[in-house]
T-cell receptor
Framework: LAKTTQPISMDSYEGQEVNITCSHNNIATNDYITWYQQFPSQGPRFIIQGYKTKVTNEVASLFIPADRKSSTLSLPRVSLSDTAVYYCLARNNNDMRFGAGTRLTVKP | DGGITQSPKYLFRKEGQNVTLSCEQNLNHDAMYWYRQDPGQGLRLIYYSQIVNDFQKGDIAEGYSVSREKKESFPLTVTSAQKNPTAFYLC????????????FGPGTRLLVL
C-alpha cells in the first residue's frame, strides 16, 4: 500500500500561488496520484489526477517527477474560498486510504 | 440526477444503542467505502466493499458492521461496542480502476447523548 506524507498545514495570502507537495516513496507502477479538496462538514471532492509529468485543468496543476516518488499540487492565485484541507492519494485499485491531508489557510 | 446520498444528516445515539447510517448511490459504482472523521483529523477507513455480498475491514472496523445486499446500498451500523462513536461519517463510491475518482456523500454527524 502506497503511504503518502504531506505537510500538516500551510498559510498563504490571496492572489498567491500555492504549492503542496506529497511524498509517496513506495508508489507502485499502477498507482495514479489523485488530489481531493475538503471543506468543513462536507465530503471531499476530486480536484485533479495524474500518472507522470504535468497535468492541468481549470482548477489546478499537478506536477509528477520521473521517479514518481512525490507530486506537487499547484493552485494558481488562491482566494479565500480555497481555504480547505487537501488530500493526496496514491490510488491502486481498491486502496482508498487517505492520509492526514494538508490544511491550507488563505488570508486576505 | 446521479449521486451519492447519506441519511440522516445528524443522528443521536443513546448509550448501549445500535444505530444504522444509510448510504445509497445511483452511479452504478462497484465499490463503496465508509470513513470516519474526527474533528481536525483526516479520513480513516472503516469498511469497504468491492462487490455485492462481499466487504473487507479497513483500519478501524472494531465496533462497526456493514452489509452489501444491493449494489447501490452500503449501510453502516455503529454498535454498542464502539465506545467513542461521536464523529463525522462519510460514505464514498467509485469504480475499481486506478484512474476512477471517488464520489463522496454529504456525511452523517453522529452524536452520543
Amino acid at each position: 500500500l502506497a503511504k503518502t506524507t504531506q505537510p500538516i498545514s500551510m498559510d498563504s495570502y490571496e492572489g498567491q500561488e500555492v504549492n503542496i507537495t506529497c511524498s509517496h516513496n513506495n508508489i507502485a507502477t499502477n498507482d495514479y496520484i489523485t488530489w481531493y479538496q475538503q471543506f468543513p462538514s462536507q465530503g471531499p471532492r476530486f480536484i485533479i489526477q495524474g500518472y507522470k509529468t504535468k497535468v492541468t485543468n481549470e482548477v489546478a496543476s499537478l506536477f509528477i517527477p520521473a521517479d514518481r516518488k512525490s507530486s506537487t499540487l499547484s493552485l494558481p492565485r488562491v482566494s479565500l474560498s480555497d481555504t480547505a484541507v487537501y488530500y493526496c492519494l496514491a490510488r491502486n485499485n481498491n486502496d482508498m486510504r487517505f492520509g492526514a491531508g494538508t490544511r491550507l489557510t488563505v488570508k486576505p | 440526477d446521479g449521486g451519492i446520498t447519506q441519511s440522516p444528516k445528524y443522528l443521536f445515539r443513546k448509550e448501549g444503542q445500535n444505530v444504522t447510517l444509510s448510504c445509497e448511490q445511483n452511479l452504478n459504482h462497484d465499490a463503496m467505502y465508509w470513513y470516519r472523521q474526527d474533528p481536525g483529523q483526516g479520513l480513516r477507513l472503516i469498511y469497504y466493499s468491492q462487490i455485492v455480498n462481499d466487504f473487507q475491514k479497513g483500519d478501524i472496523a472494531e465496533g462497526y458492521s456493514v452489509s452489501r445486499e444491493k449494489k447501490e446500498s452500503f449501510p453502516l451500523t455503529v454498535t454498542s461496542a464502539q465506545k467513542n462513536p461521536t464523529a463525522f461519517y462519510l460514505c464514498a463510491s467509485s469504480n475499481l480502476g486506478e484512474r476512477d475518482r471517488a464520489y463522496f456523500g454529504p456525511g452523517t454527524r453522529l452524536l452520543v447523548l
